[in-house]
T-cell receptor, first 113, second 110 residues
Framework: DAGVTQSPTHLIKTRGQQVTLRCSPK?????VSWYQQALGQGPQFIFQYYEEEERQRGNFPDRFSGHQFPNYSSELNVNALLLGDSALYLC????????????FGSGTRLTVV | QKEVEQDPGPLSVPEGAIVSLNCTYSNSAFQYFMWYRQYSRKGPELLMYTYSSGNKEDGRFTAQVDKSSKYISLFIRDSQPSDSATYLCAPINTGNQFYFGTGTSLTVIP
């Protein structure tokens, strides 16, 4: 049973560029949440998708946007990259209310130069 | 004030020691309290969780919540080198949104 898979694992982008990160949820899960984890910090909630709609959003600017596809996979898009966007981006999948089944992927390490 | 404050690390203990990891939180609406373990270059994995105040034991791990003082603890008995990781506390709000602490880095020395 595959867990949460994220791609790519590492990425280097230039300030001002745009980036798309991808996530495939664990089999059977239909809710995807995205987190940003800066070095030495805990994960910060970006947003959550369920039924292809953004259900909740954390305190992140509109430069951060997402999408969920009918197969429950998800994308995180970040526009106009800033140096401060450098972080580990984590995707977590779950059922809508089954917080105990929250499964994280290994993340995408984004470096903005 | 941050939603969740976690004791800063790093923490280094000898094998077999009892480890205490602690967090405080500010939102009295939190009801579920999770502990995640994160190994280097990996995503967090759920260790255990508690609901409301009280203790919950799972093998060598005990999670404790005191809602009156808004204090969360994780105890590890007979610590092993394989326990070396970063431990994150994460209360959850009624919307199933997680609020992670900054994490405490633990090293267990053989």
């Amino acid at each position: 049973d595959a867990g949460v898979t994220q791609s790519p694992t590492h990425l280097i982008k230039t300030r001002g560029q745009q980036v798309t990160l991808r996530c495939s949820p664990k089999s059977g899960h239909d809710t995807v949440s995205w987190y940003q984890q800066a070095l030495g910090q805990g994960p910060q909630f970006i947003f959550q998708y369920y039924e292809e709609e953004e259900r909740q959003r954390g305190n992140f600017p509109d430069r951060f946007s997402g999408h969920q596809f009918p197969n429950y996979s998800s994308e995180l898009n970040v526009n106009a990259l800033l140096l401060g966007d450098s972080a580990l981006y984590l995707c977590a999948s779950s059922f809508p209310t089954a917080w105990d089944g929250y499964t994280f992927g290994s993340g995408t390490r984004l470096t903005v130069v | 004030q941050k939603e969740v404050e976690q004791d800063p690390g790093p923490l280094s203990v000898p094998e077999g020691a009892i480890v205490s990891l602690n967090c405080t939180y500010s939102n009295s609406a939190f009801q579920y309290f999770m502990w995640y373990r994160q190994y280097s270059r990996k995503g967090p994995e759920l260790l255990m969780y508690t609901y409301s105040s009280g203790n919950k034991e799972d093998g060598r791990f005990t999670a404790q919540v005191d809602k009156s003082s808004k204090y969360i603890s994780l105890f590890i008995r007979d610590s092993q080198p394989s326990d070396s990781a970063t431990y994150l506390c994460a209360p959850i709000n009624t919307g199933n949104q997680f609020y992670f602490g900054t994490g405490t880095s633990l090293t267990v020395i053989p």
